[in-house]
């Protein structure tokens, strides 16, 4: 009976283990200029980004008027349908620049001693503030610590933003606001590097099934670029801790008495 018990609670654990992952998720959302060409939802086909891989799915995003509204986000599988939905309002208008004109752009060698703008479909193309804009995410589970990854930079070297979260509890000492930077001549060239393209808040929890922060310019022109921003999902802990309680209780329901 120990030897059944044992081999059930180990099958038990490697199904738990095997489940919590497939519940977790990782959405990418890149903002489009609606004035520019199209784009696939799998644009990021090379170079490294802080989350996922090459060829993940993106969602892409337009304003309408003086507000981006987009419902049901996809995963980065591009067919799983979340229920995380994203408001943008505040910013003045949307931006795109040609490929190469932002000589600081982030980049990467291309090997014949020039540079690969491969980031451009990400970064190249955003709306903008000159005071401050809101980006919501909704939809989420307060229950949770989620990951989140803010793009926020212009195609003009001083136009960083400052991020502040005010929807969302932020664990382990986090820090808010953070904020890009100056693409000083150090920078140039650049790999897509974090503080200065790109902030990251780790374990911020929802509240009230939402997560929200501020963009504010911090540069000399005062303007600031929402850009695109990826948001993890992990495996409810909780999942795991269930398979094995419920697993507990069988086992005591079934264990034989004595003289039995």
């Known amino acids: 009976m120990k030897a059944l ?74 067919t799983t349908t979340t229920n995380v939905d994203l408001t943008v309002t505040g910013f003045n208008n949307d931006f795109d620049y040609n490929e190469g004109t932002a000589v600081r752009a982030p980049s990467i060698d291309d090997g014949n001693g020039g540079r690969d703008y491969i980031y451009h479909d990400l970064m190249g193309d955003y709306v903008f503030t000159t005071t401050t804009m809101t980006v919501t995410l909704s939809g989420l589970d307060d229950n949770t610590a989620y990951e989140l990854v803010v793009y926020s930079h212009g195609n003009d070297i001083d136009q960083e933003g400052s991020i502040n979260i005010i929807t969302g509890t932020l664990n382990s000492g986090a820090a808010s606001p953070k904020q ?63 398979g094995l309680g419920s697993l507990f209780v069988g086992a005591r329901v079934h264990r034989p008495q004595p003289g039995v």
Do not use: C, M
């Open 5 to 78: 018990l044992a081999r059930t609670f180990t099958a038990a654990l490697v199904a738990a283990v095997t489940i919590g992952p497939a519940s977790a998720a990782l959405i990418n959302v890149d903002v489009n200029d609606v004035d520019a060409p199209a784009k696939a939802g799998d644009f990021l086909t090379t170079g490294a980004v802080p989350l996922g891989a090459a060829g993940d799915f993106w969602n892409i995003v337009t304003k309408s008027g003086s507000t981006i509204t987009a419902t049901d986000l996809k995963a980065s599988d591009g």
């Open 180 to 242: 890009t930077a100056f693409w000083t001549n150090a920078l140039n060239p650049h790999d897509l590097t974090e503080d200065v393209d790109y902030v990251r808040f780790s374990n911020i929890t929802p509240v009230g099934d939402e997560i929200a922060f501020t963009i504010t310019g911090v540069g000399s022109d005062d303007a600031a670029a929402f850009n695109g921003l990826q948001l993890f999902i992990p495996e409810p802990s909780s999942l795991l801790l269930l």
